[in-house]
């Protein structure tokens, strides 16, 4: 009997739509019918900008959490607040939650990273609910599905290995959370680095702060995944991602490591934190 | 007769016009004529976004400040680039650079915060030459003259208090230098902030930032300056500049003091680093 997968949705974040959730199930369903999902109904909350008030995305996230009949907790969207949930859910979290595995990014990588820097060793950077609306998007929601049931290995970003320890970020959420208690160490580890909506002077900023940050310049090298939907800067800029990265590597003796098959896009593949488990 | 005070003008981020440098300077003989401005060719080079290249505005930046016959370092422009000098600049400044003044804001923050964490006395965050072509410029250009010739007293943001060290900072700004070297000491510092063209939700997640910052809670209080220019946030974020810093200061047991006069606009009043030194 196949065993079954039980994943729990939360919204740290912005507001999932309904008819959004209903999409993934189904498709769930037909492709992944070991997997349960349970759609929290803190989803479909909305209170300004955000899935609900600061204390029902705690709760939510909390309540699924802590519940050990879950065995992941899927961050349904990013858009932006979970800095706003992070100080204050992270303490309570029980032995419970230390079991799971924790898959999103962009703004969930605030999470992401609270968790890792508190020894969580399930976390994983890739594709959540939303991406469903995407072009292409059941791919990426199927990637996710069938690494949260079987931790497949293809779903992961090809340069993935076990012998190296490995994050993924959205770049300015990184920076955002640099010298605050969830900035996790990332001593030895490939950090892979994706933007979607940034200036390039922006990326440029971003990326002198990461790599100025002394803990950062302990990491194994930089991989840089996809920067997407960047606005004309004026005047040009100049240099394009990869020259910028490159700049910043040299600039503080971070090892530039190649591009990397992540970003806010339907083939963003599956960065495990930390050294992977595979299947 | 009149001291006259010599103020170099580099431009360490974006490029100066010559028409602005020359209405500056037209200004000041007008109004300031103790004053002699020195405008670096280096303010009007061009390469992609910035004055000229990263060694360009580096060698420029020494050139003035580790000039004796200057009295003040006063950056053209801000835009983006200072910290593309910072890092390489600062540990080359000499025993004559710590003598000056420094004046400047925006992207000049990046330098004004590692002087300043350098143990540079001169530092103050106020008007620069380019606010000359803003409505109203001229004053702004004025203030900036009277503050580097005379300390002038009414220059100051009106809650700068001789008892009371303070420092002033574009929000964004700061938080891109948290955990860098260039990170100062702002323990019992009224720390006063501003924002020009963010979205609400960026202000919110930038304030999460500095004010998650351990050595940042060690600040005496946090001032708002204007917010101005600000996108409209799709939903509507639902709380206002100072219902969003109350929210982190509030979080954070860091005083909210209320608000100040500076922002990115003519009326920008000067924010001298530390204790100020009064005419």
Redesign the interface.
């Known amino acids: 009997m196949m065993r079954r997968v039980r994943v729990g949705i939360v919204a740290p974040g912005s507001r999932l739509e309904p008819s959004t959730a209903q999409r993934v199930t189904a498709l769930a369903a037909e492709r992944h019918p070991e997997v349960e999902l349970t759609f929290h109904p803190q989803c479909h909350l909305?209170?300004?900008?955000f899935a609900g008030a600061d204390a029902a995305r705690i709760a939510a996230f909390l309540e699924i959490a802590n519940d050990a009949s879950f065995d992941a907790v899927w961050f349904g969207r990013g858009g932006?607040g979970s800095?706003?949930v992070a100080?204050a859910a992270l303490p309570k979290l029980k032995d419970a939650a230390r079991k799971k595995t924790y898959l999103g990014y962009s703004d969930a990588g605030v999470l992401l990273a609270g968790l890792y820097a508190n020894g969580f060793e399930g976390v994983a950077h890739g594709p959540m609910p939303a991406d469903i609306t995407r072009d292409g998007g059941d791919a990426a929601v199927a990637r996710a599905l069938a690494y949260l049931s079987q931790r497949a290995a293809d779903a992961l970003e090809p340069s993935i290995a076990p012998s190296r320890k490995a994050v993924a970020f959205n770049m300015i959420i990184l920076?955002?959370?640099?010298?605050?208690?969830?900035?996790p160490d990332l001593t030895d580890h490939v950090l892979v680095l994706e933007e979607v909506s940034e200036y390039?002077?922006r990326i440029?900023?971003?990326l002198?702060?990461i790599t100025?940050?002394?803990?950062m310049r302990r990491v194994a090298g930089i991989r840089l995944g996809r920067c997407s939907a960047i606005p004309a800067?004026e005047?040009?800029?100049?240099?394009t991602e990869v020259e910028i990265v490159e700049h910043w590597c040299s600039?503080s003796g971070i090892p530039y490591l190649g591009r990397a098959d992540i970003g806010h896009d339907a083939a963003n593949k599956i960065v495990p934190f930390g050294a992977p488990r595979f299947a």
Chains 1, 2 share one sequence.
């Open positions: 909305s209170s300004g900008h932006y800095c706003r100080e920076s955002q959370l640099i010298g605050t208690p969830l900035q390039m002077y440029d900023r971003t002198f702060h100025s940050n002394p803990a800067n005047p040009d800029f100049g240099q600039m």
